[in-house]
């Protein structure tokens, strides 16, 4: 059994299976949740399990027991989801599916679990300086990369942003595979003040060196601008694609004259 054991589906599929255990179904998506919670905080199997199993006491409503805690907050009073009876049949085949002897033993798998959305962030902010929809010679595309780089690092901790009574500014986004909204803080606006610096670095350098610049551009043999755009199969003759291509909707041959 991989992770997707903890995905809505597997847990529909049991709770459907048994007369009283719909009220795992409300518990399945947080159970989920937990399970990835686990393997990214927990550093051995002995700590991974105190916490995975601590789920079977927090679903009852129990925070504290015996040899351990819940490590979450206070919870808000008014929930809508109910608790799971300690000792019912739902919570019996709970606890089998989450102490199962032999879905723990695969558990090491998942320890090493790290989540790369701070990664995946990065790399969508370098393709803002670096779009793959261009070609850039190799020089360019470092100085492109090296500039993302720069303004990453000189905005990535600014202070959430706030309204005049100093409450925090939210705004919505929807996923389209959970079909769900969640909100997201925004930030104060970015800061590029380190272009100045730069600018003026740019043209001390400038400044420094004899001699002027060229006064036509050089072409560089490793130049990939030069090969124009790459589709990975070479391009017919017009004259050929003139004769086959149709013009959409109608389907009509091009204006040949
Ligand atoms: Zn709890």
Partial sequence: MGPKVWGKEFMHVKARKQRGCTIIQMWSKDICNHFW???KTADTYEDFFDRWAGLL????GEHVWALGACQHGPLVEDREKEW?????VAHQRLTE???DARWLKSVHKYLHFRSTAELESFHNHILMYASKHFCFSPPM???RVMLAGLDYN?????PAKRRADGSIQYDKVHNKKSRKWSLYTLKVEKDYSYIVDLESAILRRRLSVTGGLPRTARKRPDNTLQHGVLSGVPAPSTQELLQ?????GLGKSLPKN
Avoid: W
Avoid at 57 to 60: E, F, G, K, Q
Avoid at 154 to 158: F, K, P
């Fill in 37 to 39: 919670y686990c393997c």
């Fill in 57 to 60: 006491h927090h679903v009852t």
């Fill in 84 to 88: 799971i009876q300690k000792g019912s």
């Fill in 97 to 99: 599916v989450v102490l």
């Fill in 141 to 143: 595309y470092a100085a």
């Fill in 154 to 158: 000189h905005n990535v901790d600014r």
């Fill in 244 to 248: 086959s291509q149709l013009s959409r």
